[in-house]
């Protein structure tokens, strides 16, 4: 029996209209389509992204990590009220452990 995917169909875009100027992609902030979570993780990760530093997601595949981080990480982009410029992508099991060990070593010995 197929799995249920969390995210929507690959049809259902989250940009609505792309546009490109002088080689670069131009992608205004009512081009993004409206997304709401489709799990209680989902809606854990949207409640906590404005109030946390370093989030790290996992689970399987299919579950709407990339997706929904990136859908954020866009919006933020996109929102000429905060500092961030770009979206850097890193796909890296190395910054992973990084990344846990350093959070393991605070949760230890604090900051």
Known sequence: ????????????????????????LKIRP???????PLTENQRKFFELYDNTNVLLLHGVAGTGKTYIALYKALKD?????????KVII???????????????????YGT
């Open 77 to 85: 982009v996109l929102d000429k009220g905060n500092c961030y410029k």
């Open 30 to 36: 009512e081009d993004l389509k409206q997304i709401e």
């Open 1 to 24: 029996m197929a799995r249920k995917s969390a995210v929507a169909r690959v049809e259902e875009t989250s940009v609505q209209t792309l546009s490109v100027v002088n080689n670069r």
């Open 90 to 108: 890193v796909r890296s099991d190395i910054v992973k452990e990084y990344i846990l060990a350093r959070m393991s070593y605070e949760e230890k």
